[in-house]
C-alpha cells in the first residue's frame, strides 16, 4: 500500500509583464485558467489533500 498523495499548487504572479490587469494564474490558456492544470492533474491523480497557494504581491 502506497502513502496517501498530497499536492500544494504554487499560484503566483499578478501579470503585469502580460500586460494584463488579470493574475498569472487566471490568464488563458487552451481557453482554460492556467491554475486549471495543474490543479485538474492531482485531482485526477486522486490526491488526498490539494492545497493552492495564491501569491499576490501589494502594488508599490
Given at each position: 500500500m502506497s502513502a496517501p498523495l498530497a499536492a500544494v499548487v504554487l499560484c503566483a504572479g499578478k501579470g503585469t509583464r502580460m500586460k494584463s490587469e488579470t493574475a498569472k494564474v487566471l490568464q488563458p490558456l487552451?481557453?482554460?485558467?492556467?491554475?486549471?492544470?495543474?490543479?485538474?492533474?492531482?485531482?485526477?491523480?486522486?490526491?488526498?489533500?490539494?492545497?493552492?497557494?495564491?501569491?499576490?504581491?501589494?502594488?508599490?
Open positions: 487552451l481557453g482554460r485558467p492556467m491554475a486549471w492544470y495543474p490543479l485538474r492533474l492531482a485531482l485526477e491523480l486522486e490526491a488526498q489533500s490539494v492545497v493552492r497557494w495564491w501569491v499576490t504581491r501589494p502594488s508599490r
